[in-house]
Nanobody
């Protein structure tokens, strides 16, 4: 059974930093494209950043230069380093395995990030 467990969310002031982690089990982590998505209540889930199985990364325009996605294929863990946080970054952040961003992928339960102004 595939499990993706996010951690590291919380409350932070604008300009601060957080590091999200996603511990993966039940899948061959190193072969999977991985990603982070976020969702604000009442809005559609949106892509934050992805990293392919070979380490190619992509970031959405709103987070470019501030967020960095990375992976550790030994620890089976995905990371999202978030710097210079803004109130508009407030959302539930979800870990994704599979790379399509659809219900065909595996998803974690999410971790709340709240940025105060």
């Amino acid at each position: 059974q595939v499990q993706l467990v996010e951690s590291g969310g919380g409350l932070v002031q604008a300009g601060g930093s957080l590091r999200l982690s996603c511990a993966a089990s039940g899948l061959v982590f190193r072969f999977n494209d991985m990603g982070w998505y976020r969702q604000v209540l009442g809005k559609q889930r949106e892509l934050v950043a992805t990293i392919s199985s070979i380490g190619t990364t992509k970031s959405a325009d709103p987070v470019k230069g501030r967020f960095t996605i990375s992976r550790d294929n030994v620890k089976n863990t995905l990371y999202l380093q978030m710097n210079s946080l803004k109130p508009e970054d407030t959302a539930v952040y979800y870990c994704n395995a599979g790379g399509t961003g659809t219900n065909r992928d595996y998803w974690g339960r999410g971790t709340q990030v709240t940025v105060s102004s």
